[in-house]
């Protein structure tokens, strides 16, 4: 079967319109001022309310809900072009995969109450899944007493994205016979308890606590399994373009660095081992570029092949760009170990988004798992 992995004009103008934003934006100036000043929350929400005024919010939301109805081939591009800039903001959190979990989610009332808010950019949404500091969506411990129609959860996320300014928690918990559910909580409850410390890459991590919280319930048993899947893969899906953007973005600085850095008095570019070394980044670099694509075609397309192709797109990527962002810094020489040369930021970026929602091994063995190997 041969497929066409070339853009929409629509999907095109999207990701113009983001690149020029973003670039607009100077996003690394304020991820340099946002941790100087360890602002955690400003670093969350970064240009969150420019894509706002973009319409970006509502990219996979229907057009009944004030979205775009659009697909995932469309909301990949913003996430590569936020990788590229270095760009923040709660859009992988809340336009992709709280968009999805409350679009498919049984409970049409919460979740017609809340897609309007978060198409407008009004509501931020968050995910809170894991409980162990290696991504283990089965092993949820969190608890969920139900009675009346709602439910009480007790337990802590880790790792949760954005949760210190989401407004809405998406909480997978377990009731009392095991059985897994996915509920909607308030994240400015009394009863509601979020910590959050600065990562590597200067960006947020957040530990949340549910003391007795009161919550909505959104989907239980085989359907919350099967929704909490979808999500997930949906975040790798954009983890992996993100970290296309920024292997992009180093490699082609990398590039102009080898093109204008003298040493020996010839263009350290011409030194062919350089050329060689880059010659394997940009090969690598296309490989992943496809199947980045490829997986994101399948999502709107070809819905059963995409777990599949998302999983090898997640354990690609995670590879591909902690080993393009190193030989870029490597590559610069001295110079580029140094935190006032930006180089290292595209580093420090990919390596938290390949250990988000799933390493490369253990996204691997889930693309393994997919193939009955």
Same mark, same amino acid.
């Given at each position: 079967?041969?497929?066409?992995?070339? *853009?929409? !004009?629509?999907?095109?103008?999207?990701?113009?319109?983001?690149?020029? %934003?973003? #670039?607009? %934006?100077?996003?690394?100036?304020?991820?340099?001022?946002?941790? #100087?000043?360890?602002?955690?929350?400003?670093? &969350?929400?970064? &240009?969150?309310?420019?894509?706002?005024?973009?319409? %970006?919010?509502?990219?996979? $939301?229907?057009?009944?809900?004030?979205?775009?109805?659009?697909?995932?081939?469309?909301? +990949?591009? +913003?996430?590569?072009?936020?990788?590229?800039? %270095?760009?923040?903001?709660?859009?992988?959190?809340?336009?992709?995969?709280?968009?999805? /979990? $409350?679009?498919?989610?049984?409970?049409?009332?919460?979740?017609?109450?809340?897609?309007?808010?978060?198409? &407008?950019?009004?509501?931020?949404?968050?995910?809170?899944?894991?409980?162990?500091?290696? =991504?283990?969506?089965? /092993?949820?411990?969190?608890?969920?007493?139900?009675? !009346?129609?709602?439910?009480? @959860?007790?337990?802590?996320?880790?790792?949760?994205?954005?949760?210190?300014?989401?407004?809405?928690?998406?909480?997978?918990?377990?009731?009392?016979?095991?059985?897994?559910?996915?509920?909607?909580?308030?994240? =400015?409850?009394?009863? +509601?308890?979020?910590?959050?410390?600065?990562?590597?890459?200067?960006?947020?991590?957040?530990?949340?606590?549910?003391?007795?919280?009161?919550?909505?319930?959104?989907?239980?048993?085989?359907?919350?399994?099967?929704?909490?899947?979808?999500?997930?893969?949906?975040?790798? $899906?954009?983890? /992996?373009?993100?970290?296309?953007?920024?292997?992009?973005?180093?490699? !082609?600085?990398?590039?102009?660095?080898?093109?204008?850095?003298?040493?020996?008095?010839?263009?350290?570019?011409?030194?062919?081992?350089?050329?060689?070394?880059?010659?394997?980044?940009?090969?690598?670099?296309? *490989?992943?570029?496809? *199947?980045?694509?490829?997986?994101?075609?399948?999502?709107?397309?070809?819905?059963?092949?995409?777990?599949?192709?998302?999983?090898?797109?997640?354990?690609? @990527?995670?590879?591909?760009?902690? =080993?393009?962002?190193?030989?870029?810094?490597?590559? =610069?020489?001295? *110079?580029?170990?140094?935190?006032?040369?930006?180089?290292?930021?595209?580093?420090?970026?990919?390596?938290?988004?390949?250990?988000?929602?799933?390493?490369?091994?253990?996204?691997?063995?889930?693309?393994?798992?997919?193939?009955?190997?």
């Amino acid at each position: 079967m041969i497929v066409s992995l070339l *853009i929409s !004009d629509d999907v095109r103008m999207i990701r113009e319109s983001a690149g020029k %934003l973003f #670039a607009d %934006l100077e996003s690394i100036k304020t991820l340099r001022r946002n941790r #100087a000043e360890h602002d955690l929350t400003a670093a &969350a929400r970064g &240009a969150w309310a420019e894509m706002t005024e973009l319409g %970006l919010p509502g990219i996979l $939301l229907p057009e009944t809900a004030g979205g775009a109805g659009l697909g995932m081939v469309a909301s +990949v591009q +913003v996430c590569e072009m936020m990788g590229r800039s %270095l760009t923040t903001g709660p859009f992988l959190s809340t336009a992709v995969m709280g968009a999805l /979990a $409350l679009r498919e989610s049984g409970n049409a009332v919460q979740a017609n109450d809340v897609l309007a808010k978060l198409a &407008a950019g009004s509501l931020c949404v968050a995910i809170a899944v894991d409980e162990t500091s290696r =991504h283990n969506p089965e /092993a949820i411990a969190t608890q969920a007493s139900l009675a !009346d129609g709602r439910a009480t @959860l007790s337990g802590r996320k880790v790792n949760v994205i954005d949760g210190n300014i989401a407004d809405r928690l998406i909480v997978a918990a377990r009731d009392t016979a095991g059985a897994l559910g996915l509920f909607l909580v308030d994240a =400015h409850d009394a009863t +509601v308890a979020a910590q959050t410390t600065m990562g590597l890459d200067s960006q947020p991590y957040v530990t949340i606590t549910f003391n007795n919280s009161s919550a909505d319930i959104l989907c239980q048993g085989a359907d919350a399994t099967a929704l909490l899947t979808r999500i997930l893969d949906a975040g790798r $899906l954009h983890l /992996a373009a993100e970290m296309l953007g920024a292997a992009q973005e180093a490699f !082609d600085r990398t590039v102009d660095y080898l093109k204008t850095r003298v040493q020996f008095g010839r263009v350290i570019g011409e030194f062919q081992a350089l050329q060689h070394r880059a010659a394997l980044l940009f090969g690598d670099l296309e *490989i992943s570029r496809s *199947i980045v694509a490829k997986a994101a075609w399948a999502w709107d397309e070809m819905p059963a092949e995409a777990p599949r192709l998302t999983a090898m797109a997640k354990a690609k @990527l995670s590879t591909t760009a902690r =080993h393009v962002t190193a030989e870029a810094v490597q590559l =610069h020489g001295g *110079i580029g170990v140094t935190d006032e040369f930006d180089i290292g930021l595209y580093l420090k970026r990919a390596q938290r988004a390949a250990s988000l929602l799933g390493d490369s091994a253990f996204c691997l063995e889930r693309y393994a798992t997919l193939r009955g190997l």
